[in-house]
């Protein structure tokens, strides 16, 4: 049974950090491409940053340079660091994980706001 469980959200002022994590199971996890999306309230889900088995990122503009995404295949994990949050960053953050199918964690909130 494939798992994904993120862990790291909360509530942070504009300016601040976070890290998220997301803990795999039950999946050939060096072979996939792991992902963070978000789902802003009201909005469409979104694609964060990816990560290839390989190592290439994928970062979406409006966080590059203030998010980055890492793997740990060891501890079959994946983070996103994300630094300088702005409240437009509100969303529901969802761990995916891709290869022949997809599969997505249960969501972690993560709110911007002083």
């Known amino acids: 049974q494939v798992q994904l469980v993120e862990s790291g959200g909360g509530l942070v002022q504009p300016g601040g950090s976070l890290t998220l994590s997301c803990a795999a199971s039950?999946?050939?996890?060096?072979?996939?491409?792991m992902a963070w999306y978000r789902q802003p309230p009201g909005k469409q889900r979104e694609l964060v940053a990816a990560i290839t088995s390989g190592g290439r990122t994928d970062i979406r503009d409006s966080v590059k340079g203030r998010f980055t995404i890492s793997r740990d295949n060891a501890k079959k994990t994946v983070s996103l660091q994300m630094n300088s949050l702005k409240p437009e960053d509100t969303a529901v953050y969802y761990c995916n994980a891709q290869l022949r199918y997809n599969h997505w964690g249960r969501g972690t909130q993560v709110t911007v706001s002083s």
């Open positions: 039950g999946i050939s996890f060096s072979l996939y491409t």
